[in-house]
Structures are given as structure tokens and as C-alpha cells.
Nanobody, 126 residues
Framework: QMRLVESGGGLVQPGGSLKLSCTAS????????IAWFRQAPGKEREGVSC????????NYGDSAKGRFTISRDNAKNTVYLQMNSLKPEDTAIYYC???????????????????WGQGTQVTVYS
């Protein structure tokens, strides 16, 4: 069964960095688009960043621009999210997801993704 597993979350002070990992099973991450989303308490899940099958990357909203970088290691079948200069407002559960039907290009809507990981908690505290 296709599966995604996130790791790398934790507690960090403002200005710190974390690198999240998303490892896939039963499908190749370089054949489809993989996105990172996040959900803060009381808020809707929002797109953070996405990488297409061809390796093109997209950041969504203003939160990730200039601070977050998505990348992929095909040999490890893993997608990463490098997060720098973290702020308290980055506190959320971070999820990775596969584009529905294995489509190759990115989309910002949560409804366009079918397989989701269990999430990893990121807490930025001062």
C-alpha cells in the first residue's frame, strides 16, 4: 500500500532551522508531485511548498518564500523541507502528500492530494 512517512519535526527557538523528511513506500517520488502542507491549531491546512516530478519547485503563500526550500533525493525516495529562520507562527503540524492519481505537476489545493503522511509537529518557541 502506498504510504508517506514524515520525520524531523521538533522544538526550536526563533531563528533556528529544521529539516523535515518525507519518505515514500510503494511508489517513486520522482514520478509525481509531492507537496508539504501545514496546519496550525484552529486553522485550515495550507500549502507550503511543492516539487513536481521533473524537479520544479513552488512555494505557496508568503510564509515559505526565502526561508523554506523543498528538495528531493531520488535514491532515498525522500522529499525534504529545509526550514530556516523559523518564527513562532511557523508552529504547526507539517504533512507531506502525493498529488492525486500520481499527477506530475503541483497544485495548491489540499483536495488535489490523495495520500498523506501522519504529520510531524514543529514548535517554534521563544
Amino acid at each position: 500500500q502506498m504510504r508517506l512517512v514524515e520525520s524531523g519535526g521538533g522544538l526550536v527557538q526563533p531563528g533556528g532551522s529544521l529539516k523535515l523528511s518525507c519518505t515514500a513506500s510503494e511508489f517513486r517520488v520522482d514520478t509525481t508531485a509531492i507537496a508539504w502542507f501545514r496546519q496550525a491549531p484552529g486553522k485550515e491546512r495550507e500549502g507550503v511548498s511543492c516539487i513536481s516530478n521533473a524537479g520544479a519547485t513552488t512555494n505557496y503563500g508568503d510564509s515559505a518564500k526565502g526561508r523554506f526550500t523543498i528538495s528531493r533525493d531520488n535514491a532515498k525516495n525522500t522529499v525534504y523541507l529545509q526550514m530556516n529562520s523559523l518564527k513562532p507562527e511557523d508552529t504547526a503540524i507539517y504533512y507531506c502528500a502525493r498529488r492525486r492519481y500520481g499527477l506530475k505537476w503541483c497544485h495548491e489545493s489540499v483536495n488535489e492530494y490523495d495520500y498523506w503522511g501522519q504529520g510531524t509537529q514543529v514548535t517554534v518557541y521563544s
